[in-house]
């Protein structure tokens, strides 16, 4: 007599679980790098402002603190810490469903900008450390980490737009997404935020603006 089959399940609550405490942990590392920056931040102080063991901790984060800011960074992007790619979240179906080119383009600034808004300044810590980091250091591999997704991510407007068959005549998908990406770069936001006093509403429809002169037809 065959033994029987185990199942295989899934378990909605201990998804749900997970999910609290990796974003738990990400607010407390990301609160505690802007006040204190990311060197000063240890582990230690991260478990312990966000309630939970350190061996909880490093099993969310195998990789350490290098893991701790990537994790920290990529919540910071979603917005949340549903293990859920960027592709399939609800404002980025809604981008692609839109019909009107122009409309696309001025729901993805939207979009950007309030990237921009929540990450910014965790890139101003990330930056200054990667800036002062000894050799050997392992923070500049996660902002090089963060620019290659980012420049990937970028196809996906350019592909949407050549899908819609929106984008200006000769312009190729690399080529759009080269210009999606610099365009929406955090540095761009600060420098017109943060230097030059602009409204982040103010950059978002300069972004509409750009983006549209820059990917669609005249």
Same mark, same amino acid.
Do not use: N
């Given at each position: 007599m065959s033994s029987p089959t185990k199942r295989r399940y899934s378990s909605p609550l201990r998804r749900e679980q997970a999910a609290a405490t990796r974003l738990r942990i990400a607010e407390a590392?990301?609160? +505690?790098?802007?006040?204190?920056?990311?060197? #000063? $931040? $240890?582990?230690?102080?991260?478990?312990?402002?966000?309630?939970? /063991?350190?061996?909880?901790?490093? #099993? $969310?984060?195998?990789?350490?603190? !290098? #893991? +701790? *800011?990537?994790?920290?960074?990529?919540? $910071?992007? &979603?917005?949340? #810490?549903?293990?859920? !790619?960027?592709? /399939?979240?609800?404002?980025?179906?809604?981008?692609? @469903?839109?019909?009107?080119?122009?409309?696309?383009?001025?729901?993805?600034?939207?979009? &950007?900008? @309030?990237?921009?808004?929540?990450?910014?300044?965790?890139?101003?810590? +990330?930056? @200054?450390?990667? &800036?002062?980091? /000894?050799?050997?250091?392992?923070?500049?591999?996660?902002?090089? *980490?963060?620019?290659?997704e980012r420049l990937v991510g970028s196809r996906g407007p350019a592909e949407d737009l050549a899908a819609a068959g929106a984008l200006r005549a000769g312009l190729s998908v690399e080529r759009a997404a080269h210009q999606v990406y610099v365009l929406t770069s955090v540095e761009l936001f600060d420098r017109l935020t943060g230097v030059c006093g602009w409204d982040p509403t103010e950059y978002r429809d300069w972004l509409a603006r750009q983006l549209r002169a820059a990917l669609l037809h005249p």
């Open positions: 590392a990301r609160e +505690l790098m802007l006040e204190h920056g990311y060197q #000063a $931040t $240890t582990l230690v102080d991260v478990a312990q402002r966000a309630g939970v /063991a350190v061996q909880t901790l490093y #099993a $969310t984060c195998p990789g350490g603190k !290098p #893991a +701790l *800011a990537k994790l920290v960074w990529d919540i $910071t992007v &979603a917005g949340d #810490a549903q293990p859920m !790619p960027q592709s /399939a979240r609800p404002e980025v179906q809604a981008i692609v @469903a839109e019909p009107d080119p122009v409309r696309k383009v001025e729901r993805f600034a939207a979009m &950007a900008t @309030a990237i921009q808004r929540r990450t910014a300044p965790l890139h101003r810590v +990330l930056r @200054a450390a990667a &800036a002062a980091a /000894a050799p050997d250091s392992d923070v500049p591999d996660v902002l090089a *980490a963060t620019e290659r």
